[in-house]
């Protein structure tokens, strides 16, 4: 595995080997789409983000999702309630998303995307956000998802 991809939390891979989506997580809340604008323009300029389709910046409270490659200083293509899509996660690790550490955070993010990956012919999106742009943007992650390879922490 290329070490160029060794500072990102999560890294899915599309049935060729390629690099499809790259994942941050932080279990801070209190986020905005300026805050992830920042921290994804901080990591292109630090060159820790190799081409993608999709970069995606993950709190407890919400997700936030570009599809690359984007201007370093664009706010995110959609953000998503992460109260709602990741409820169900929360309550299988036994979690309060108030008190969350990282790494378990990191493990949820980690079960969501690869849940994504093995089940994308189901819709992943809440019911209640079917009229909503999310849905639209999860369903469409979904379907690139597809029996992706998901690893977290890649080696160095």
């Given at each position: 595995?290329?070490s160029?991809?060794?500072?990102?939390?999560?890294?899915?891979?599309?049935?060729?080997?390629?690099?499809?989506?790259?994942?941050?997580?932080?279990?801070?809340?209190?986020?905005?789409?300026?805050?992830?604008?920042?921290?994804?323009?901080?990591?292109?300029?630090?060159?820790?983000?190799?081409?993608?389709?999709?970069?995606?910046?993950?709190?407890?409270?919400?997700?936030?999702l570009?599809?690359?490659?984007?201007?370093?200083?664009?706010?995110?293509?959609?953000t998503?309630?992460?109260?709602?899509?990741?409820?169900?996660?929360?309550?299988?690790?036994?979690?309060?998303?108030?008190?969350?550490?990282?790494?378990?955070?990191?493990?949820?993010?980690?079960?969501?995307?690869?849940?994504?990956?093995?089940?994308?012919?189901?819709?992943?999106?809440?019911?209640?956000?079917?009229?909503?742009?999310?849905?639209?943007?999860?369903?469409?992650?979904?379907?690139?998802?597809?029996?992706?390879?998901?690893?977290?922490?890649?080696?160095?």
């Open positions: 595995m290329p160029h991809l060794s500072g990102i939390d999560i890294v899915a891979y599309d049935r060729d080997g390629r690099v499809l989506l790259l994942a941050e997580t932080k279990s801070r809340r209190g986020t905005s789409e300026s805050w992830a604008a920042g921290l994804r323009r901080n990591m292109l300029s630090h060159g820790l983000l190799p081409w993608s389709q999709y970069f995606l910046i993950a709190t407890p409270e919400r997700v936030y570009w599809k690359q490659p984007n201007a370093p200083e664009v706010p995110p293509g959609v998503i309630n992460a109260e709602r899509v990741f409820k169900p996660y929360f309550q299988r690790l036994h979690q309060e998303p108030a008190s969350i550490g990282p790494e378990a955070f990191e493990h949820l993010v980690l079960t969501w995307l690869t849940d994504i990956a093995q089940h994308s012919d189901r819709d992943v999106s809440d019911p209640s956000m079917q009229e909503d742009a999310s849905s639209a943007w999860l369903d469409e992650l979904s379907g690139s998802l597809q029996d992706a390879r998901i690893e977290m922490n890649p080696p160095q």
